[in-house]
């Protein structure tokens, strides 16, 4: 016969098992929940090198071939800075685009310079019109229809690479003049050891390593390199910036980027980069 105080510790054994299944229950799910947590984490991880490996490729707006798409990684945000740069010129950014590159009227023996007056001071670029003679013909083009008068430059890189992406009227990387122009200059003698040095402006492009394809996509979007910085030569240089507009770049590199925009991945920079006329000039 079972006798109360037998009774009791039988219920109180019961009781004990019930707690320690419901633990255990309560355990499981929570390695099955941080299980699941690890591998969205994971896909997103590897997502983003895959951005870092091949560069981002975005459609326009009319579904055509975007020929700007961006080209540089995503890059965490860094410690803001006072925005050194002055507020934007009145004025409005120019919608039009074209259905085929412009005619050559390039002078290749001649010497060619681009100004770009922004909000953060000027930067001077000296054109490689022999060297990349498409590039410098569609600038030369682009600059006198107003193209990038008071466009943002829309991106800003401080790991991995270090670039300034400017050139996208939309001012998200998905902009482009509605024509694209051929790769120039690959073998460019300043690429060396897949290195692009600073003072280095070069086109961004589709380009996809792995599946090697995208060549030739290049449109109006653009990046300076500000330090020397590892890539693969699949970029056209088309021109370097002076040491006064070098300065400039620096200043806009220091005041750092923000957060990755959750829409397009673009890590804007903090001072307010925006230009207010660029000029090509033959010489």
């Not at 070098?246 to 925009?261: E, W």
């Amino acid at each position: 016969m079972v006798t109360q105080e037998q009774r009791r510790r039988q219920l109180a054994r019961e009781k004990f098992l019930r707690q320690q299944q419901r633990r255990t229950s309560a355990r499981r799910k929570a390695r099955m929940r941080n299980a699941a947590i690890a591998s969205v984490l994971g896909v997103i991880l590897i997502g983003s090198v895959a951005l870092y490996t091949t560069g981002v490729v975005l459609g326009d707006d009319d579904d055509k071939t975007n020929a700007s798409a961006e080209v540089t990684p995503s890059a965490s945000a860094t410690d803001k800075a006072p925005d050194p740069c002055d507020k934007p010129a009145e004025g409005k950014v120019k919608t039009q685009t074209w259905k085929k590159e412009p005619a050559m009227t390039v002078d290749e023996s001649a010497k060619y310079s681009m100004k770009l007056e922004t909000t953060c001071g000027d930067i001077d670029i000296a054109l490689k019109a022999k060297a990349a003679p498409h590039t410098v013909n569609s600038f030369d083009f682009l600059a006198g229809k107003g193209y990038f008068d008071h466009t943002k430059c829309h991106r800003l890189t401080a790991q991995g690479i270090y670039v300034l992406q400017c050139g996208d009227p939309q001012g998200t990387g998905a902009g482009g003049p509605g024509y694209t122009i051929p790769d120039e200059n690959l073998k460019d003698k300043s690429l060396k050891g897949n290195v692009y040095p600073a003072g280095t402006v070069a086109m961004a492009n589709q380009y996809n390593p792995q599946a090697q394809q995208g060549r030739d996509t290049g449109g109006s979007q653009f990046f300076l390199v500000y330090q020397d910085s590892q890539l693969p030569p699949d970029y056209t240089p088309f021109g370097t910036v002076s040491d006064a507009g070098m300065k400039v770049l620096k200043k806009i590199a220091a005041a750092g980027a923000q957060a990755p925009d959750p829409t397009t991945g673009n890590t804007a920079p903090n001072a307010t980069v925006v230009i207010d006329k660029a000029t090509v000039t033959k010489s």
